[in-house]
């Protein structure tokens, strides 16, 4: 009889040895039909043909931790919805000093509640590359000297994608690099007529470049951010303003940045405090009698408290407070996100 597996030699080995006891002695086999020491260590010895579960173990475990990217998995769904709200007040001092004296004295406030309700949708293109689509819907009410209601639109809409270059390691920062183009699918501020409605959108085609970069320190996490914006042109404009007709519109480029970290107070609950400025170059207004208008420079800073609660081991529910720290910021933020992952 043969046997192809050491398992089968060891077993007809023993079943032969508890046999012999009970059988009559015989006598013993010549020298020359005993098997050889190398031919026995060579039945034993691992074949080609089984399998070594120690061996595939080990092969899956280094690829996985070759392959340890933070973004979504290739192949899987991520859908997340945002609600946002966001207050802004302000009070405008109107003076005529025309005659050397202030003959016209007025305060005028300007109040603003929007609330953004975001729906995104991340695929992951590969392990370390995912792709992105975001939906915003705008309702924005305003309260201010030329028009009092309520405004609903879509926002902007944008693609984007997020780039990993090297795999997370506990001991290294984590690099991340972002791409974004926003569409002008809101309602355009340099469409809207004085008095009739409100902005939902920029009115502008956008394309957002950005590095991210984290770090894990137990049990504190540790992140910042840079991107920078490029917002297109926009020409053959129709829009009154004061005695003038507003023809072109040259967005300047926006630089922000951003940095802060989380803490893990328990397995379930994170809090998280932030920064984020951004800096915008002054906007070139073109009046259809080819005058030429450049707008100042603005400044928006808000400093976040946030809190996370782990729902599930892929679902954790994010809330956070923005304080407005300059007088171009929104005075009051308030945002409340929960992912979906399919």
Known sequence: MKFSHPFCLIAAALSFSLHAQEAPPV????????????????????QDTDVDPSGDLLSKTLTAVDKDYTLIKSGKFQVTYDLNYSY??????????????????????????????????????????????????????????????VSNSFGDISLG????????????PSLTFTGRIGLPTGTSP?????????????GVTSLTGGLNVNQIVDPVALFGSFNMTYSMPVKGLDQ????????????????????????????????????????????R???????????STQTAAVLSLGMGYRLSPKTTVNTSIGIGLTANSPN?????????SM
Do not use: C
Request: hydrophobic fraction near 40%; proline fraction near 4%; aromatic fraction near 10%.
């Open 332 to 340: 009051i933020s308030i945002d409340f996100t929960v992912p979906f």
């Open 27 to 46: 006598a013993a086999p010549s020298t020359s039909m005993q098997p050889s020491e190398a031919a026995v260590r060579n039945a034993l010895s691992r």
């Open 190 to 202: 340099f469409k809207v007529i004085a008095g009739s409605g409100l902005a939902t959108g920029s």
């Open 240 to 283: 009154v303003l004061d005695s003038s007709v507003l023809w072109q519109v040259r967005p300047g480029l926006t630089v922000g940045f951003g940095a802060g970290f989380a803490y893990a107070l328990s397995y379930m609950i994170t809090t998280s405090i932030s920064f984020q400025e951004s800096i915008s170059a002054g906007s």
């Open 285 to 295: 207004l073109t009046f259809a009698n080819d005058t030429t208008a450049l707008t």
């Open 88 to 149: 802004i007040g302000q009070e405008k001092i109107n003076t005529d000093l025309s005659s050397g004296s202030a003959t016209l004295f007025s305060i005028e406030n300007d109040n603003s509640h929007t609330i953004t309700n975001t729906f995104s949708l991340d695929y992951g293109l590969l392990n370390n590359l995912t792709g992105n689509l975001t939906l915003p819907l705008v309702s924005k009410y305003s309260e201010n000297a030329t028009f009092n209601g």
């Open 161 to 172: 994608a997020r780039y990993q270059p090297f795999e997370a390691q506990r001991d290294r």
